[in-house]
């Protein structure tokens, strides 16, 4: 993938992510909502929420806020997967790369 390519893929993702968190809108369409839960910003959103408003109210906007725990396990899991994503991503570019080098010397 050339570099303009990897702008607009990422550009629209996270445009998407930063929708379909909550943070921005509260009732996301069913069609995408599965799609927070891939995203960094709800987990941190909601964990925010929990920081500054545990101690006041257990409800902020309809949204309930939780311990935490789940929250913290899921940004862990979400960016150690992307970054094994990436890092398949780069190989397989990588093994493409060996194979049109051996192409263009043989």
Same mark, same amino acid.
């Given at each position: 993938?050339?570099?303009?390519? %990897?702008?607009? =893929? ?19 369409? *069913? ?15 909601? =964990? =925010? ?6 101690? =006041? ?5 309809? +949204?309930? +806020?939780?311990?935490? %725990? ?5 940004? +862990? ?19 493409? +790369? ?5 192409? *263009?010397? %043989?």
């Amino acid at each position: 993938m050339d570099l303009k390519g %990897a702008t607009t =893929l990422v550009s629209v993702t996270v445009m998407t992510f930063m929708l379909a968190g909550g943070f921005f809108v509260q009732r996301v369409p *069913i069609f995408i909502s599965w799609i927070r839960y891939m995203s960094l910003n709800y987990h941190t959103f909601k =964990l =925010l929420l929990k920081v500054q408003y545990e101690h =006041l109210t257990p409800v902020v906007n309809g +949204i309930k +806020i939780d311990s935490g %725990a789940t929250k913290v396990a899921a940004l +862990i899991a979400t960016v150690f997967g992307y970054r094994f994503l990436a890092y398949l991503s780069l190989q397989s570019d990588e093994a493409s +790369i060996r194979s049109m080098r051996s192409f *263009i010397q %043989a």
